[in-house]
């Protein structure tokens, strides 16, 4: 009988202390979400909108994929720029990987990063992570989508105001493949669901 409620005990309390580690992490998410979309606003003050996605694949930053997390801590470290060329069109181009680079340096910075756990080395961090040890997710418009519209104003782009950032919450990929699986990517729009689904996944939006 001792043994039993020894067991119960030590299931109550581990159920508690649980429940405090989950709540200690979404609240450190919430405030790095917002230190994130804050540094943003602050990129879009430079370059005149918000970080986009670089259309080329096979070299910035990762080899192929989704790469976008690790393009928007590029944005906010200097080591990605945005400037109009001749043509009217955004070039978004990547200056390098090291933070000690001499143009990089020269670059506005928006974030602190060491504030942060990063995945990458010291000096080339390539993602900001969240509590769980997951890339915080990061949507916006792409080079080539938005840049084909200026030749063709009919081409579809993105077509929200603002952006998406959030965490994948506890679940992870899992959470994350559902959320996705709620996106017209031709548009970046959320199915009229997709709350629900994320509310489900545990999934953090930046500004909850």
């Known amino acids: ?8 005990l030590a299931g109550i309390t581990f159920g508690i202390s649980r429940g405090v580690q989950n709540a200690q992490a979404r609240a450190k998410t919430k405030a790095e979400l917002a230190t994130i979309s804050l540094a943003i606003e602050q990129f879009k003050s430079r370059y005149g909108d918000y970080p986009w996605h670089d259309s080329t694949t096979g070299d910035y930053p ?3 994929g989704e ?6 801590l590029y944005a906010l470290t ?3 720029i945005m400037k ?3 043509t009217g069109k955004i070039d978004v181009n990547h200056v390098s990987d090291d933070l000690d680079n001499a143009d990089v340096e020269k670059n506005p910075k928006f974030l602190d990063h060491t504030k942060f756990s990063t995945s990458g080395k010291e000096n080339e961090p390539t993602a900001l992570k969240d509590p769980w040890g997951e890339p915080y997710v990061y949507w916006y418009k792409r080079e080539d989508t938005e ?3 200026i030749d063709n104003p009919t081409s579809k782009g993105w077509d929200v105001f603002g952006y998406h950032l ?3 919450g506890p679940k992870g990929d899992s959470a994350n493949n559902a959320i996705k699986a709620k996106i017209n990517n031709s548009s970046g729009v959320f199915d009229d669901n997709f709350r629900d689904v994320a509310n489900a996944e545990g999934i953090i939006f930046a500004g909850e």
């Open 1 to 8: 009988m001792v043994i039993a409620v020894i067991l119960i």
């Open 62 to 64: 990762g080899s192929s």
């Open 67 to 72: 790469v976008t997390s690790e393009m928007l």
């Open 78 to 80: 200097g080591r990605l």
């Open 84 to 86: 109009r060329n001749s």
């Open 147 to 149: 840049n084909a519209k």
């Open 166 to 168: 959030y965490s994948k």
